[in-house]
């Protein structure tokens, strides 16, 4: 029996159980005011031990180069930069959902953060070898990306279940699953959620169409498929939880500019990079 989810509804659910994105709220005005600097940043991320945890395990792996050296909370604030910060404090306050989280058969919120933090690093380098804008957003809007299945994990359990279950059958796509379901797919309903949180338009475009980026509007339409692009790479190389790979058309790779013969290329640059990364993973 379908369960259609109502966003309003949906909406006063997460406040009640979810208090986090007032915090996320904080991070953001904070990196977006031109005056704040390293001591406001700290003063937030120094009272939420999950933030700190995951400040300092990402400053100290190998991928910032000064493995197991940094204590303080001001230096790793510097070192990761900023925009790094925002999309740090953003994932830990999405990833605030697994905390209630149990593992279901053919899933479970680590592989899902696996595969995010997969998608993550793979969309900025994409974003960083062919310039198709800033690195770190790329980076974050890969952090995010199904946000939306975190969502429907948390707060609609039956249904996720059964709809886990007919996506490994294979004959539909997780989104068409999902709508049939819920009226909605995740990503569709990570769009409502992050417009309501005051996200910039990108993020809730991009992320709204990381399933179909051809049919994005225009001034979003990098964005979603280089996204587009980074999940499916991570999905073909069975990293973290994954849909079925989706065919990548040509019409991506020439949206985004990026030679179809490379494709190898930077498969093997981001198992480098997620070498790199695996401090951050544990
Ligand atoms: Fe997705
Ligand atoms: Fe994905």
Redesign the pocket.
Known sequence: MPVKIDVKELETKIQNVFPLPQILEKIMRAVNDPDANATTIENIFKYEPSLTLKLLTLANSAYFGVPGKITNIRIAITLLGLNLIKSLAIHASVNEFFRFGTNIPGFSGQELWKHSVGVAVCAKMLARDYKLGNCEDFFTLGIL??AG?IIEYQFFRASFIAIVSRMHERKKSLPEIERAEFGMD??ELAQHLFAKWNLPAFFSQALRY??DPLQAPESFRTHAAGLFLA?QLVRQINFGFGCPAEPITPAIFSLLGIPLGDLEKVKQEFLLQIDELALFLQ
Do not use: G, N, V, Y
């Open positions: 990306h199904d299945l995740h990503a990381h399933h999940d």
